[in-house]
């Protein structure tokens, strides 16, 4: 089947209902778009910090400086914004600043099926910052 433009336009209205069990309830979410997920992986790029790779004969040589403070308020801002988006999809309209208020247990249930339905792979950003720890 050839998907028409109409088809893969339409995705940010793939809104469906899914049961958050630390909230005994549903909500309404939708995917993220792909400038969306750039918006959410540039927020939480900003929170690594610099780095500098040096390419020597004897192969690559980084040097950088992690503030593992501003690294976790990055995500933190990060996936409120792609909660606050994500939950944004029906009559109610969410700020990040608004979902930054909901139960942590509730909200990090939320933002695993937002990453899920966006196709965020939070393994590949795990082992990015762990990378960059040692």
Do not use: W
């Amino acid at each position: 089947m050839i998907l028409t433009k109409n088809a893969l336009l339409k995705g940010k209205n793939d809104i469906k209902s899914y049961r958050i069990e630390s909230a005994n309830g549903e909500v309404y979410l939708r995917p993220l778009t792909q400038a969306e997920v750039l918006t959410y992986q540039s927020m939480t790029a900003e929170g690594l910090g610099s780095f500098n790779a040096d390419n020597t004969r004897h192969g690559l040589q980084t040097k950088g400086k992690i503030d593992i403070k501003k690294t976790t308020l990055a995500n933190g801002e990060a996936q409120a914004y792609a909660v606050a988006l994500s939950l944004s999809c029906k009559e109610e309209k969410y700020t990040p600043e608004e979902v930054g208020l909901f139960e942590a247990k509730v909200f990090d249930e939320i933002f695993k099926i937002v990453a899920e339905i966006s196709g965020i792979d939070l393994d590949a950003e795990k082992e990015v910052e762990n990378f960059l720890k040692e």
